[in-house]
């Protein structure tokens, strides 16, 4: 009798154990954004490993970590932010809502949430940061 | 005691107006002196001539502190503001805001001071001398 209720015991445990390896692995996908590193760099440019031409690519509605590194180019804003991060429709430059970052020094997470609609974006640069500020640019796309 | 009654009662309201009326001032409409800027040029910590020249300077901006400030908000993301000599106020009526764009102007209305924007009432250009 004893014998049963351990082995019972211990069929309940892998059952358990074999569930939660099963599941854990999509309840982490779920909780976590994709992360995407971008630097906003002393140059005035944005930049993305292994990128020449940096462009991010994003389902509509898709929940975005953005981790972006700032390094100050040549000016500032007077609240000490060294660049900022707008992101405009491309056809007709309207500012896409909860998309206006200001960057201070160093490395900051920020959750974000992609257009609902798909097609062009771009990114641009909201802090004059340097002569080369206007070309402080990056392209968004999300995809259909 | 009844026949003042009613003194009583028009003292209590008196004092309630008195009040209400001194809070509606304390809250109320003021006028705000600077230039209708753009808030990339304006947030700088060059002075706004200078943001504006720099932003000349590269090519794209037009000539004129107008059309620099146009172009920040219509092409660069950014919003119109009113810059006076010590704060930069946003703009609830962004339309208002764009007809004065680049010009020294009065704006009376009410400032909310949780969110720095100016609620505008009116917006008067004012002419250079």
Redesign the interface.
């Known amino acids: 009798m004893i014998k049963t209720n351990l082995q019972l015991k211990l069929k309940c445990w892998i059952v358990f154990a074999v569930t939660l390896c099963c599941f854990s692995p999509q309840l982490c996908a779920q909780s976590q954004h994709r992360i995407i590193e971008i630097l906003a760099d002393r140059d005035s440019r944005y930049k993305i490993a292994g990128q020449k031409q940096p462009v991010i690519t994003a389902k509509p509605g898709e929940e975005l970590t953005l981790r972006i590194t700032a390094r100050k180019a040549q000016t500032q804003n007077r609240d000490g932010s060294v660049h900022g991060l707008t992101l405009l429709r491309a056809k007709d430059k309207k500012p896409v809502d909860g998309w206006d970052l200001l960057l201070k020094p160093g490395t900051h997470d920020f959750e974000m949430i992609a257009p609902a609609e798909p097609g062009e974006y771009v990114i641009v640069c909201t802090v004059i940061c340097s002569p080369d500020h206007e070309m402080m640019n990056m392209r968004f796309v999300v995809e259909p | 005691m009844r026949n003042c009654r009613p003194f009583l009662v028009a003292a209590v309201l008196m004092t309630f107006f008195v009040v209400a009326g001194s809070t509606i001032r304390a809250d109320g409409e003021k006028t705000f002196t600077g230039e209708i800027a753009d ?3 304006a ?4 002075s706004l001539d200078r ?1 504006h020249k ?2 000349i ?4 901006a037009g000539k004129t502190s107008a059309d620099c400030t146009r172009y920040c908000v ?5 919003k119109y503001v009113l810059q006076t000599k010590t704060d930069v106020y946003k703009l609830d009526k962004q339309e208002l805001a764009e007809k004065n764009a680049g010009l020294k102007v009065k704006v009376t209305g009410t400032l909310d001071p949780k969110t720095n924007v100016i609620l505008i009432g009116t917006i008067e250009a004012i002419p250079e001398k």
Do not use: F
Not at chain 2, 74 to 78: I, M, S
């Open positions: 808030s990339q040029c947030l700088g910590v060059h943001s720099t932003m300077k590269m090519g794209n219509k092409e660069r993301g950014g």
